[in-house]
C-alpha cells in the first residue's frame, strides 16, 4: 500500500487565484512528520512547509498553508494568489517517528501545477 | 557557497564508463542522502549516511558505490551502468537528531543519461 497518496497528477489554476493540492497518507505511527517539496523543472527540490503530527495548529508559510486533517490523515497544501513562478512539480513527503537517526522521506508521486495568466 | 551542491549537473555516460557524483552540504548537517528520481516515479531512496555511517541502503545494486568521507560531502561512483538508471540523482542533508521535523534539504541533482 502506498504510504503517500497524490491523486492530481495535474491541475490547472489562474493567476491570483488560490489552489489545493491534495495528499493523503498512511502511517500506523502517533509521531510523524509532514513536508511539502517543489520542484521546479530545473530539478531542484525546494522545501515549502512542515506540519507535525502533534501540532494543533495547521502549518503557515507566507502564501502556504497546510490544511491538515488527522482523523482523515490528509494534509492538502494550499497556495494562496498563485502566480507564474509557482508553476512547478509539488511533492508531499512523510517522515514516520522512529528511535533511529537517518530515517528517509517517503515521496508521494507529486501533482503537476500549472499557473497561466 | 551555501545549501547543498551537486556536480556535475549534467551527465552522459556510456555502460562500460565510470564517473562519479559529487554532493557538497555547506549547512552544518550531520546526515546525507542520494535519491533516484526517474521519469514518472516517486523519489526512491538510495543511500542514507549519519555522521559518515552508512545507515541505509535500499537495495541498490552494487554498480553504485558510495563514498561519504566527511559529514560535508558525498559521492556515488558509478560503473556499468544501464540505460535504465538514466535518471534525476539528488542529494539531500539533514540535521537529523532523529526528530520528525527534521527537514531535508536538496541539491540542483545531477541529470544523468546513460547511452
Known amino acids: 500500500a502506498q504510504k503517500i497518496t497524490q491523486t492530481q497528477p495535474g491541475m490547472f489554476v489562474q493567476e491570483k487565484e488560490a489552489v489545493t493540492l491534495d495528499c493523503t497518507y498512511d502511517?500506523?505511527?502517533?509521531?510523524?512528520?509532514l513536508f511539502w517539496y517543489k520542484q521546479p523543472s530545473s530539478g531542484e527540490m525546494i522545501f515549502l512547509i512542515y506540519q507535525g503530527s502533534y501540532d494543533e495548529q495547521n502549518a503557515t508559510e507566507g502564501r502556504y498553508s497546510l490544511n491538515f486533517q488527522k482523523a482523515r490523515k490528509s494534509a492538502n497544501l494550499v497556495i494562496s494568489a498563485s502566480q507564474l513562478g509557482d508553476s512547478a512539480m509539488y511533492f508531499c513527503?512523510?517522515?514516520?517517528?522512529?528511535?533511529?537517526?537517518?530515517?528517509?522521506?517517503?515521496f508521494g508521486k507529486g501533482t503537476t501545477l500549472s499557473v497561466s495568466s | 557557497e551555501t545549501g547543498v551542491t551537486q556536480t556535475p549537473r549534467h551527465l552522459v555516460m556510456g555502460m562500460t564508463n565510470k564517473k562519479s557524483l559529487k554532493c557538497e552540504q555547506h549547512?552544518?548537517?550531520?546526515?546525507m542522502y542520494w535519491y533516484k528520481q526517474s521519469a514518472k516515479k516517486p523519489l526512491e531512496l538510495m543511500f542514507v549516511y549519519n555522521f559518515k555511517e552508512q545507515t541505509e541502503n535500499n537495495s541498490v545494486p552494487s554498480r553504485f558505490s558510495p563514498e561519504c568521507p566527511n559529514s560535508s560531502h558525498l559521492f556515488l561512483h558509478l560503473h556499468t551502468l544501464q540505460p535504465e538508471d538514466s535518471a534525476l540523482y539528488l542529494c539531500?542533508?539533514?540535521?537529523?537528531?532523529?526528530?520528525?521535523?527534521?527537514?531535508?534539504?536538496f541539491g540542483p541533482g545531477t541529470r544523468l543519461t546513460v547511452l
Open positions: 513527503a512523510m517522515r514516520e517517528g522512529r528511535d533511529q537517526a537517518g530515517t528517509a522521506l517517503i
Open positions: 549547512l552544518g548537517h550531520n546526515a
Open positions: 539531500a542533508s539533514s540535521q537529523d537528531w532523529g526528530g520528525v521535523e527534521d527537514t531535508q534539504y
Open positions: 502511517t500506523s505511527d502517533q509521531s510523524y512528520g
